[in-house]
């Protein structure tokens, strides 16, 4: 009697907790599963949004379209006088052949993403799609740079405010600031500190102290972009990590310091030997918690950059709205999913991470 | 050098390192404020002042008509109308179904709830972004209009959120509090809703917040969302595409008023909360 009631009452338990269960995992299905299984179907079809041409199957045309790259040697100019390389007369750079002229065209026509030297000699990467593989380039350099600042920064600000002083409330409220802005507040508001003249707090800055002539145009030129770009995500995203990193602090034992101190060793060997090793764990999470966040980087892209320079999300965005082409942003989203998954999976396993 | 003067030495440098991150924190959100009260004049000052000042003598000289200005702007307005309501909305949808899933997860035996972990804390880390045009096409076929796919699609960074938290919380409370009330013969269910769910109102307020400020920030599913339906524009969206009052390409004036609006009850929600906040987005990656 006692058994079967009790048994009775773990049934009741198992049927309750599928009850709860259920309308969150429906809302799930209906908002993820659901729709990941169209875009990777889609991902295979050249569906376009709002058109009437029919929606095909198409394989693996969106993906051929998207990662196909090749990477070419680009011969250089002679100068028929001297018989040595040419060279451009304004820049005094070494002049090579242009990359158009070895890209294959048929049948496919592939254009130039980006060029790079080598031993001294010059490659050009080629690509059908060259917008997206920038894309996922600039994304990764975002995303190493972003993260190396803000663990940086975020261990500093974590290990100033860990320690005892007057005043550090208010520390910590003041740290919360920048996370409380939204996004694209913050975008903008860095957007009006870059400004192009001596209007713009950087330009103003860079011009009093002699540093800059007071006119760069951060978000124009193509190496300031992703730097100017980097530092509003670090800016806003600092904190975050500082408060991941100070949680993981106070689990510390204060008892290891001291009897760190009483065996004579240096702050500096404390910090290497006791902080950074129990830190750990609490470092591993926050990373990869930024990381899968920055791979998925959109607003400040978008809002600063536009469609000057992709992330790959804002490319996504892109080719969905504005070229609605509904299979190929699939493609793209699938490709996204894989990469992030990829990071995922990486971590947990390099870093020993418990999801327990 | 004397003992005592190193610990001078020490302490002012520490408080120097305190003050640049006071001031690397804080100064753009001042240089936003200060620039809210310029002018057009003043903002096109070269070089630019600190304070607002008056081009031709110098004086200060505050200005507050961008404020103005943006509170008789309807596009503001309408989106600050929009995220309260999709913010809120979702907030509620993820806290009443996240509470549920939660309690199951926290204090009930089944089988099949390791599985159900691992799926909530994956889909933590799931990246909105790879579904959006699948979004995009169930939101057209459905015909849903722009705010009501952005409560329902919020869900999918709300909802496992705050079912991940909750469930830490629900599991640190002690199962003596359970057994009791099964004693006194409450069902599992009036245990949940009437004794363990008033224990985890502080655990509902801060995921509650936490939620809501990331459905306040969220903008890939808004702009994608609202490019067919302007009048469903949320704040960022709205800022985004903010066109002002006094000719001008980008507003800025204008711009950084309405960044300050909208950051200002963020920021002082936050301070209040500020343990609790804290706490959560600590419980919810820490744990993770």
Redesign the interface.
């Known amino acids: 009697m006692a058994i079967s009631s009790s048994s009775n009452l773990a049934k009741e338990e198992q049927k309750l907790a599928f009850k709860l269960l259920l309308p969150a995992f429906l809302i799930l299905i209906i908002i993820a599963l659901y729709p990941l299984g169209q875009v990777f179907y889609t991902s295979f079809t050249n569906r376009e949004f709002a058109s009437s041409t029919k929606t095909e199957f198409v394989g693996l045309d969106n993906y051929q379209a998207l990662l196909s790259f090749t990477v070419k040697e680009l011969d250089p100019i002679i100068d028929q006088e001297t018989g040595e390389q040419a060279v451009d007369e304004e820049t005094g750079e070494k002049q090579f052949q242009r990359p158009i002229r070895v890209l294959p065209r048929d049948p496919h026509l592939y254009r130039p993403a980006f060029e790079f030297s080598f031993f001294g000699n010059k490659y050009v990467v080629g690509a059908r799609t060259p917008d997206f593989i920038r894309s996922v380039w600039n994304t990764l350099v975002f995303t190493f740079f972003s993260v190396f600042f803000e663990t940086l920064l975020g261990l500093i600000v974590a290990l100033v405010v860990n320690s005892e002083f007057k005043g550090r409330g208010a520390m910590r409220a003041v740290m919360l600031v920048p996370w409380a802005v939204i996004t694209v507040v913050s975008a903008r508001m860095w957007e009006w500190m870059f400004e192009p003249t001596r209007a713009g707090l950087f330009n103003m800055l860079g011009d009093r102290f002699g540093l800059i002539d007071g006119s760069y145009s951060f978000l124009s030129s193509a190496n300031l972009q992703l730097p100017a770009i980097i530092a509003v995500d670090v800016w806003k995203t600092t904190p975050f990590m500082a408060l991941l990193i100070l949680a993981g602090l106070q689990l510390i034992p204060n008892e290891l310091y001291e009897a760190a101190e009483v065996d004579g060793a240096s702050k500096f060997r404390q910090f290497f030997n006791i902080t950074l090793p129990l830190l750990k764990p609490s470092l591993a999470v926050a990373l990869i918690f930024r990381t899968l966040d920055a791979l998925r980087v959109f607003d400040v892209f978008q809002v600063m950059l536009s469609q000057k320079r992709y992330s790959m999300a804002s490319f996504n965005y892109f080719q969905l709205i504005s070229a609605r082409k509904m299979g190929m942003a699939s493609a793209i989203g699938v490709i996204i999913f894989i990469i992030i998954f990829a990071f995922a999976i990486l971590y947990m396993k390099s870093l020993g991470v418990d999801t327990e | 050098m004397t003992r005592d003067q190193k610990k001078i030495l020490k302490k002012v440098l ?2 120097l ?2 003050a640049i ?2 001031i ?3 100064f ?2 001042y ?2 404020i200060s ?1 809210s009260l310029k002018t057009e004049a003043q ?6 002042t600190l304070i607002p000042r008056d081009p031709d003598t110098g004086e200060i000289s505050i200005f507050t008509r961008n404020y103005k200005a943006i509170f008789t702007n309807g596009g503001f307005i309408r989106g600050l109308i929009n995220s309260t309501i999709v913010a809120t909305s979702t907030t509620i949808l993820a806290l ?3 509470s ?2 939660a ?3 926290g204090k ?4 099949g ?1 390791a599985p ?1 972990l ?2 909530i ?1 994956a ?1 933590t ?14 939101i ?1 076929a459905l015909n849903l209009s722009a705010r009501v796919s952005m409560i ?2 919020y ?2 960074f709300t ?2 959120f705050t ?1 991940w938290v909750l469930t830490s919380f629900f599991r640190d409370l002690p199962d003596e509090i359970m057994q009791s009330a099964q004693v006194d013969g409450a069902t ?2 009036q245990t949940f809703h009437m004794i363990l769910l008033p224990l985890t109102a502080p655990a509902l307020v801060t995921t509650g917040l936490l939620s809501f ?1 990331q459905a ?2 969220e ?2 599913f808004a ?2 969302f609202t ?1 067919i339906d302007v009048e469903a524009r949320t ?3 709205a ?2 595409y903010f066109s002002g009052e006094f000719a001008r390409q980008e507003p ?1 004036g204008e ?2 008023a ?2 300050v609006v ?2 200002i009850p ?2 002082v ?3 209040i909360f ?1 343990k609790r ?2 706490a959560g ?2 419980a919810g ?2 744990k ?1």
Not at chain 2, 43 to 48: D, E, G, V
């Open positions: 520490f408080y390192v305190l991150i006071v690397y924190l804080l753009p959100f240089w936003a620039s903002l096109s000052m070269t070089p630019a009443l179904t996240g549920f899933a309690f199951a997860l009930l035996r089944f089988k709830k159900a691992y799926t804390l889909m880390m799931f990246p909105q972004v790879t579904v959006l045009s699948g979004l995009y096409a169930v057209n329902f699609t869900l999918l909802l496992p079912t599992p269910f400020i306040w920030n903008y890939l702009l994608t490019s704040v960022p969206v800022i985004q800025f711009i950084m309405a960044a909208v950051t963020i920021v929600l936050v301070l500020q906040i804290v987005l600590t990656a820490v993770g």
